[in-house]
């Protein structure tokens, strides 16, 4: 244990002491006060049950250090004898005589000091006053600063807006001119903040760039670069998968080419019955390829062979490279054959086109994205060799005699040009394709990336919604999430007019908790503490008890409400009886009993249930500005706990305006009588003891 907890503790103590202090001054309320207990031990700490969690920490200290705020002094600090050990060379004290105001103090021998307040120096004054002064500042620059940023960034940052914002005192007093010793402090800090400002735009653009060069080479680790595969099969077949979206685009090329290269032909005049059989043959088998392979997505309407073989094409990755590659060689059989027939190439003004539409041919091949980058690069070879030999074997003769007719002047001979032209596409395409196979595989990455990170942001969202439903009610979650505003510390409360209110506690946990060795120091009384507030928080997952809110646990008091939900589509509220959360409420005392019962014949236990409930007006709201706490406050939550604290084990208390709501909707009850309630006098009360049959 580190020696500067007590230290710590005891300057918080006197800091709030002191807040308070100047609260009771600006708001003119003499009676305000606050009274301050600290003690240093042992404690175990954590969460109990499965609904709104709240970290807390038990053991027999913290009942000391409760048992030293409630015989503490309105605006003092009151330390045990233990944080006196501590810090006894830091403050001056003087005696705390907590034993005289407190019997368990006073029975457990617990020597008790009060520290006096430290007495401040004008130059104490002047230095708070200036921190003040400098904090408020550049809170107000920081909030101008992140107004502009919002407005660069579209508004992100409200996707994590806090849960509250300024009172309208505060909000007002922000708006109020800078006096003159502010305008200076505000100048002194404007280089800081705009280069605070500067600097954290530079990072922001560096992260990106440097997240973009390693996109540019991250391919190096995951793929091989002569074949451009992905090492991990998965990722490779997800890439085929991908792909699959544009094999109908990119397949209809070599059907619209065949198609052009007729047209090009009829356009210059050659008008052979054999041009017209050989296209109309590839035309037909490219555009049937194509046409099966598109017809597939109709699959309603579509016979199921034909879907069947559709899918197979579309599909099934062997196949579709075939498919494929059978449009390639179709297009290039088309040309060579039409080439080879007698009197067709004789043409000689028109022999070079053959070239070209080969040119067209390599074009299309580049564009097949089902095949793989190999296979392409293989059709690409394969064109350029195709069409080379075809220039120095076939229409060599027409060339020459091309070149005497019209290029006696050149020195190099159209074939050759034709050839090196078909070499330097092939280079051109062979980087190009290689350059797409790599931004496509890339994306690829990218766009799994995203996925997963979307997939992992969904779930982490899931996840926190679930968090935020077990420490605030879904109303308040709803409100807090519909804020357009950035403000920290606006107060949310709520008043309701009937609300009920429900206290439930196990006196004698507090005889079977022990510290003791086979105890594990109180792990496990905690244990079962934990397992008995978590079977009551399944009671409370029973749709029968919709409209009841739990608030609490402290220590092995249940506390919850009913009647604070805005909004329910429960039958019994929107059809008929506005105290339909009172009876629900009164159901779940005694559902706890039944538990309980059922636990102590599992576990062997005595514990017995002490239940108080009371209905009435109530306000609502949140607390805390971080780790903000949900919580209700008014004269009905008081008397709930009193109800609860004068009642008996084993048994429901109620006052008399409770029992006259209950008694006529089917509930039995006993007179008790009149009890002493602390602050209240003597008041009929009467005991639940359960329902009509």
């Known amino acids: ?33 606050m009274r301050v207990g600290i003690h240093s031990g042992h404690v175990l700490a954590g969460i109990l049950g499965q609904r709104k969690w709240q970290f807390d920490v038990w053991s027999n200290d913290v009942t000391l250090a409760n048992k030293m705020e409630s015989a503490g002094i309105p605006g003092r600090v009151h330390i045990s004898g233990d944080t006196y050990d501590y810090v006894k060379g830091n403050y001056e004290f003087e005696e705390g005589g907590g034993a005289d105001r407190n019997q368990f103090l006073k029975d457990n021998h617990i020597k008790t000091y009060l520290v006096k307040p430290k007495v401040k120096t004008a130059e104490d004054e002047k230095t708070a006053s200036m921190k003040t002064l400098v904090n408020n500042i550049m809170q ?7 107004s502009t940023t919002t407005s660069k960034f ?11 914002k300024n009172h309208h005192q505060e909000e007002k007093n922000e708006e109020e001119i800078l006096t003159a010793e502010e305008v200076t402090i505000a100048n002194n800090t404007d280089i800081e903040i705009d280069s605070g400002a500067s600097t954290e735009e530079d990072r922001i653009n560096n992260m990106l760039q440097d997240a973009l060069n390693h996109r540019n080479s991250e391919l190096k680790d995951v793929a091989n670069l002569i074949t451009m595969k992905f090492k991990d099969n998965n990722d490779e077949a997800e890439y085929h998968r991908e792909k699959k979206i544009f094999c109908l685009v990119s397949l209809i090329g070599p059907a619209v080419l065949t198609l052009f290269s007729l047209f090009i032909k009829l356009a210059i005049g050659i008008s052979k019955t054999t041009t017209y059989i050989i296209f ?3 035309f037909s088998v490219v555009f049937i390829i194509w ?46 054959c039409d080439i080879i027939l007698p009197s067709v190439y004789s043409e000689i003004e028109y022999s070079m086109y053959y070239s070209y539409i080969g040119i067209l041919i390599l074009f299309v091949t580049s564009n097949l994205i089902q095949l793989s980058y190999l296979l392409r690069i293989v059709m690409l070879l394969i064109t350029t060799v195709v069409f080379s030999l075809v220039n120095f074997l076939l229409v060599h003769d027409n060339y020459k005699q091309f070149d005497i007719r019209y290029r006696s002047w050149a020195e190099l001979r159209t074939s050759i040009i034709l050839s ?25 990455l990218w766009k799994k990336e995203a996925l997963d990170n979307k997939s992992g942001i969904e779930s982490l969202r899931h996840r926190n919604e679930r968090l935020m439903k077990n420490i605030l009610p879904v109303h308040v979650i ?42 594990k120091g109180g792990i496990e009384c905690m244990r079962v503490l934990n397992e008995i507030i978590s079977d009551f928080d399944d009671v409370l997952s029973d749709p029968r008890f919709q409209l009841i809110e739990k608030i609490k646990t402290v220590n092995s008091c249940y506390m919850a409400a009913s009647g604070l939900r805005e909004v329910s589509n429960s039958p019994d509220i929107i059809n008929s009886d506005p105290w339909q959360h009172l009876v629900d409420l009164t159901d779940f005392a005694l559902k706890l009993k039944e538990k309980l019962d059922e636990m102590n014949a599992e576990s062997f236990n005595n514990f017995e249930l002490r239940v108080g409930i009371a209905n009435g007006p109530v306000v609502a709201g949140v607390i805390g500005a971080k780790k903000p706490h949900y919580d209700i406050w008014g004269n009905t939550v008081n008397i709930s706990s009193r109800m609860e604290s004068t009642g008996r084990s084993g048994s429901i208390q109620v006052l008399e305006n409770t029992y006259a709501i209950l008694k006529e909707r089917g509930f039995q009850f006993e007179k008790r009588g009149y009890v002493n309630v602390k602050g209240k006098g003597q008041l009929l009360t009467y005991w639940c003891i359960g329902r009509n049959k």
């Open 1 to 33: 244990m580190s020696e500067k907890h007590a230290e710590n503790s005891v300057e918080m103590g006197l800091t709030m002491v002191e807040h308070i202090q100047k609260v009771r001054e600006e708001i003119k309320v003499s009676c305000l006060d």
């Open 140 to 146: 107000r620059k920081r909030k101008e600063t992140n």
């Open 154 to 164: 579209a508004k992100i940052s409200n996707a994590f807006s806090s849960t509250k």
């Open 280 to 282: 109309a043959a590839s």
């Open 291 to 336: 046409f099966i392979t598109w017809i597939g997505r109709f699959s309603k309407v579509v016979p199921s062979p034909i879907v069947t073989v559709s899918s197979i094409f579309h599909y099934y990755g062997p196949v579709r490279d075939i498919v494929t590659l059978l449009c390639v060689f179709v297009a290039i059989a088309a040309e060579v």
């Open 420 to 444: 090196v032209e078909f070499i330097f596409f092939f280079v051109i395409l062979l980087f190009h394709s290689r350059l797409s196979e790599g931004t496509s595989r890339v994306l690829m």
């Open 478 to 519: 709803d409100h807090f999430l519909k804020m357009e505003h950035d403000d920290e510390t606006e107060l949310y409360s709520r008043s309701y007019q009937n609300v009920g209110v429900i206290f439930a506690s196990i006196p004698n946990f507090s005889s079977f908790y022990s510290e003791e060795g086979h105890n």
